[in-house]
T-cell receptor, first 114, second 113 residues
Framework: NAGVTQTPKFQVLKTGQSMTLQCAQD?????MSWYRQDPGMGLRLIHY???????DQGEVPNGYNVSRSTTEDFPLRLLSAAPSQTSVYFC?????????????FGPGTRLTVL | GNSVTQMEGPVTLSEEAFLTINCTYT??????LFWYVQYPGEGLQLLLK?????DKGSNKGFEATYRKETTSFHLEKGSVQVSDSAVYFC????????????FGPGTRLSVLP
């Protein structure tokens, strides 16, 4: 299994540009999520999905859109990039198991917005 | 809401020293508790976990005990190695799917030879 994969690894955008960060998992996990990691702030949840066709907002959803058309894929879209979105983005997935919600993380995408 | 507090560091130790990274949490229910580790340039990996009070999670020489009375989940290792240098995150989850995953700010550990 490849686990959770993310592309690209690095990206530089200009203010106002749009782009999509890709995330895929091959573990048949129901739950997928996107986080951003900023210095001194840990990881903050952007959006999550509990299954195909179902998405919801996390702690910091503004400026980001998601969709979940398949179990495997959960892309994150930046419609109009802003310097405040410079961050490292992690995708994660997990299965639903009573009492255990371990998440598996991708390697991350480092995004710089100029 | 739920929250996790941990010492932010950085923590610098010599090889074979004893490690403690403190973690306390606030939660309304009975969350599962986790320690994740992030090596340079990589994503987060689960280090250990505990799902109920008094459970002890352990892996690679690291241990942490779920203490409900003190709402704590401190990470310990008896003898650290240079290869343990990384950022360590304490986290909790109280949702069915993990949508209520909350991370601490992370503690950077550097181990010197």
């Amino acid at each position: 299994n490849a686990g959770v994969t993310q592309t690209p690894k690095f990206q530089v955008l200009k203010t106002g540009q749009s782009m999509t960060l890709q995330c895929a998992q091959d573990m048949n996990h129901e739950y997928m999520s996107w986080y951003r990691q900023d210095p001194g702030m840990g990881l903050r949840l952007i959006h999550y999905s509990v299954g195909a066709g179902i998405t919801d907002q996390g702690e910091v959803p503004n400026g980001y859109n998601v969709s979940r058309s398949t179990t495997e894929d959960f892309p994150l879209r930046l419609l109009s990039a802003a310097p405040s979105q410079t961050s490292v983005y992690f995708c994660a997935s997990s299965y639903r198991a009573s009492g255990v919600n371990e998440q598996f993380f991708g390697p991350g995408t480092r995004l710089t917005v100029l | 809401g739920n929250s996790v507090t941990q010492m932010e560091g950085p923590v610098t130790l010599s090889e074979e020293a004893f490690l403690t990274i403190n973690c306390t949490y606030t939660a309304t229910g009975y969350p599962s508790l986790f320690w994740y580790v992030q090596y340079p340039g990589e994503g987060l990996q689960l280090l250990l976990k505990a799902t109920k009070a008094d459970d002890k999670g352990s892996n690679k020489g690291f241990e942490a005990t779920y203490r409900k009375e003190t709402t704590s989940f401190h990470l310990e290792k008896g003898s650290v190695q240079v290869s343990d240098s990384a950022v360590y995150f304490c986290a909790l989850s109280d949702g069915d799917y993990g949508q209520n995953f909350v991370f601490g700010p992370g503690t950077r550990l550097s181990v010197l030879p």
